[in-house]
């Protein structure tokens, strides 16, 4: 089968992959399309040492189990459901876990994928391929109220304007806080202002201290020295950026201001599928451009300009 | 009056400093005894710049106002009492604060000191002076539970054996946990043993993100990469630690693993004052060394020491 493949001599787009085995549990996938994450660039920058299938956010058809022949979307987390954090419902943190196309598991740039059954979920037909590609990232987005109540901030702050900000952004808005999204693009954040989200650029934002709750979704090492700049002391700060690189700078004002710092990663895929099914959620001014599988290589370069939002690629029309 | 100063031309005691004038609402104390605290040495490395008397433990008598003539100990935020923070009882968050001895505000390394009234506690007759310097840093230990139900915690380690972290060791030891003590120095480690509380040596530790609760009280900065190696995913890191220098790690684990990092100054006096008062808290065995005031510079010096727990100044039998 076809895959993009990251190993030790790079990336490639292997056409004669082997297909992926279903292990117990398991179900093949045949993937309709897949979209491109911050992630997945970090990956071939290094990130996690990952060798393999690149690939975790998709919709397919399952070739068996009980939703055979129906479109699915996967959580990403394959974990073993017997271990004390599986047994608490805490399976996104099994520490036996693999993560599809992030962790010892190949991933969804392919034709097929083996994903384990009990992370399926059944696409509502009212939602295109295009819009059901986006329930991993939206999920991710949806963790943030699972761990933190948010109406108990007033004044909230999301940091970044990529795709995780922005979805942060629609998910958080939704609990009627005063929401300012801060970013670097003119183009990006004024998709946001058509959603009614008040923006500003960074470049414009002076150190102010009066946040409840930042999101820093910048990808980058500096978002939490501008984070700590903007939240109020007692508030709160919410951590969607994972990068390999260092964080330099003084944790001395997160204690000095007693702030809570909270990391935060997947989320309930239920709650995001109940919302693109609901049109609470507008993901389809985020696709940036469509690529084929075999034009993965130059979709994953272009991936990398600061101007695009998401990209996905088509695997099966 | 004498005073141990700290501006540009570096650290000395001065024995014809001016006394201090008690503004509006200020009360004079004459102190008694005063404790030398990391952040004392802190301010001597450059923390905060700090110029003025250093000093923020301290026991004295009031020499004027409603506690006139009586031992007391304060509070070392000095609040506006008029802004939004102080106004919801964050006084110690007020933006508009002076610090006693680290910000704006001369300290108790002197004959006197200018306190706000506000910030005074009666020191009840059974406590020694001694005792009584320690309630500041225990009332910063009793912080952690004001900001945390201890309760919900199973399996907590404190990382540091120093001063601070022998406090936080033994108010946490309170709430019935299973509480172990990481630290460097076995004869540390030992006072924390005779209490019943476990510890181990930083060198023979393995990570094993098995706890529940990690109090950082190392003082450094490669604490929070210690502390994530220690914590379980969705646990919960409480950063005792203000360093001036950065910290050079990468927050990527605290992202994936979900973790909670709160920040931790200062706390309730009264809490303190009634823990020592009722015996809860065993201080003594802290007391590395006492020093008149008057060799205040060797005692500074000495404090630099790692094997040196609290060191107190006598300014007054």
Partial sequence: MRAVVLDNHGLRLD???PSPQAAPGEVLIRV???GICETDLQLIAGYMAFRGVLGHE??????SGRYRGQRVVGE???SCRQCEYCQAGLGRHCPNRSVLGILNHDGAFADLIAVPE???HLVPESLSDETAVFNEPLAAAFEIPEQLDLS???RAVVLGDGRLGNLCAQVIARSGCDLTVIGKHRAKLALLERLGIATELLGNVEPRREADLVVDCTGSPTGLETALGLVRPRGTIVMKTTVAAEHASSLAPLVIDEITLVGSRCGPFDKALAALAAGDIDVQPLVSGTYALDDALEALHRAQAGSVLKLQLVVRQ
Same sequence: chains 1, 2.
């Avoid at 998709?58 to 070739?63: C, K, N, R, Y």
């Fill in 32 to 34: 309709l399309r897949a």
């Fill in 76 to 78: 990403i987390n394959c």
């Fill in 152 to 154: 108990g901030y007033r």
């Fill in 15 to 17: 056409t004669d992959y």
């Fill in 58 to 63: 998709f919709v397919g058809v399952a070739e």
């Fill in 118 to 120: 009990a992370n399926l």
